[in-house]
């Protein structure tokens, strides 16, 4: 799943791994930013779920030597179960923030 900007990073989810029972949905999701050529900057990403839904962590920051960050994603017992959406927003030190929308489906076990 990626994103594109004008002037901002690209975002992009990898290895979104399902993990139903228990009702834990995604785990060990990796995201990354498409720097481009000369794009140096420190990344702040945060993550925005809907309730009873977890990304630990809530905020991270991917230093300008890298281009990703893992995070933790589950599901709470009493999450509504369906489809649900986590918006990821990156700011760069300078410039726009971009965002990426990840859909996922809450399931009962």
């Known amino acids: 799943m990626t994103t594109t900007s004008t002037g901002g990073p ?7 791994n399902k993990h139903f029972g ?11 930013i498409d720097r481009g050529g000369s794009f140096k900057q420190a990344v702040t990403l945060k993550f925005e779920a809907p309730a009873g839904v977890k990304v630990n962590p809530a905020e991270a920051t991917i230093p300008g ?11 709470a017992p009493d999450a509504a ?17 971009t965002s990426v929308k990840m859909d996922i489906d809450v399931k009962k076990s």
């Open 81 to 97: 179960p369906g489809r649900h959406t986590i918006n990821v927003i990156g700011t760069p030190e300078t410039g726009k923030a």
């Open 65 to 75: 030597s890298d281009t990703r960050v893992k995070v933790g994603i589950e599901a």
């Open 22 to 32: 228990s009702l834990h949905v995604l785990r060990d999701v990796t995201v990354s």
């Open 10 to 16: 690209l975002i992009q989810m990898e290895r979104v």
